[in-house]
């Protein structure tokens, strides 16, 4: 069966930084763009970046650009998302997802990723 699965939340202090990680498996891996999404407390869910499946385009929000830097390592079914200078906007619930669309585009409405993990938290606080 699908499994989506993120580690490596935590708590950090404005400036710090942070490393996700997320499992996939169940699905050829390679073949989907990845992408991360955050939930911040009573706000809706929103892109972070993605990367597509050959991990050639690649795309941010722009609140995340020049911190956040997303890979993804085919051979292990893994992509990352290396989280630098958090500042407390970046607390949030943040989702791995999965977007089987064909033509390999990198998209950012949640509405077309496929699979989901159950989040990690994020809390940036001093």
């Known amino acids: 069966q699908v499994q989506v699965v993120e580690s490596g939340g935590g708590l950090v202090q404005p400036g710090g930084s942070l490393r996700l990680s997320c499992a996939a498996s169940?699905?050829?891996?390679?073949?989907?763009?990845m992408g991360w999404f955050r939930q911040a407390p009573g706000k809706e869910r929103e892109f972070v970046a993605a990367?597509?499946?050959?991990?050639?385009?690649?795309y941010y929000t722009d609140s995340v650009k020049g911190r956040f830097t997303i890979s993804r390592d085919n051979a292990k079914n893994m992509v990352y998302l290396q989280m630098n200078s958090l500042n407390v906007e970046d607390t949030a619930d943040y989702y791995c997802?999965?977007?089987?669309?064909?033509?390999?585009?990198?998209?950012?409405?949640?509405?077309?990723?496929?699979?989901w993990g159950q989040g990690t938290q994020v809390t940036v606080s001093s």
């Open positions: 990367i597509r499946r050959d991990g050639n385009r690649i």
């Open positions: 169940g699905f050829t891996f390679s073949s989907y763009t």
């Open positions: 997802a999965a977007d089987a669309n064909i033509f390999g585009l990198v998209r950012t409405q949640a509405a077309e990723y496929h699979y």
